[in-house]
């Protein structure tokens, strides 16, 4: 497609469960990145993803988050025990490169988590 | 630590006229990027306007415009003639040349648009 996609768009989940969000990223972008909105909030980074390079995790609330991208494309973010704070948009997002300016960050439409 | 504040949580305006939403950062860097972020009801975040903090003429994008206040760290958009799609969340957000990987973003301002 010609924009990020992301999967599911919503997902309620029971608390205690494993979820899992799927990004598929600009075609040829290798730059990928993981942001949390909470309810009324701005975005907080978790983690950035740029070609073989180790993904910069920084952002990781905590070792319940993990996330990976196999063959330099396609990302999952994995939720581990949610717990109802983890209720949230996740969204996805990606770039041409590192640079700065060559990576105008284009994100996708989120996947609104539900923890109950 | 970089910090992005936007003062002003709701605002509203007439259709047709023009409103400025405010954004101001804390960086010790000399050269980074600033951008305005739009998000309406669909949650898709789009990208309005950016600027290089090394470039003095302040972007335009059509009716968006931005004033660049490098000294005063400031970064506030101008909508002008402003239509109802405009009604959105506007996130200010910036970015080091040399961190490369993230984007912080302010908390957002409300943008209403009344008929």
């Known amino acids: 497609g010609a924009g990020v996609s992301q999967s599911p768009s919503n997902k309620v989940t029971e608390k205690g469960k494993d979820v899992e969000l799927r990004c598929d990223p600009i075609s040829g972008h290798t730059a990928l990145y993981w942001y949390r909105q909470s309810l009324g909030q701005g975005l907080e980074f978790l983690i950035y993803?740029?070609?073989?390079?180790?993904?910069?995790k920084s952002g990781l609330p905590s070792d319940r988050f993990s996330a990976e991208r196999t063959g330099g494309s396609v990302s999952t973010l994995t939720i581990q025990r949610t717990q109802q704070e983890d209720s949230a948009v996740y969204l996805c997002?990606?770039?041409?490169?590192?640079?700065?300016?060559?990576?105008?960050?284009?994100f996708g439409e989120g996947s609104w988590l539900t923890v109950v | 630590a970089q910090t992005v504040t936007q003062s002003q949580p709701e605002m509203s305006v007439q259709e047709a006229e023009t409103v400025t939403l405010s954004c101001t950062y804390d960086t010790s860097e000399n050269n980074y990027y600033l951008f305005w972020y739009k998000q309406p009801p669909s949650r898709q975040m789009i990208l309005v306007i950016r600027q290089e903090a090394y470039k003095q003429q302040n972007a335009t994008e059509n009716r968006f415009s931005v004033n660049f206040q490098k000294a005063a760290k400031s970064f506030s958009l101008k909508i002008s003639d402003s239509q109802l799609g405009d009604t959105a969340m506007y996130f200010c957000a910036f970015r080091e040349e040399t961190s490369g990987s993230r984007l912080t973003f302010g908390e957002g301002t409300q943008l209403t648009v009344n008929p």
């Open positions: 997002a990606s770039s041409r490169g590192s640079t700065a300016w060559g990576g105008t960050i284009y």
């Open positions: 993803f740029q070609g073989n390079s180790a993904p910069d």
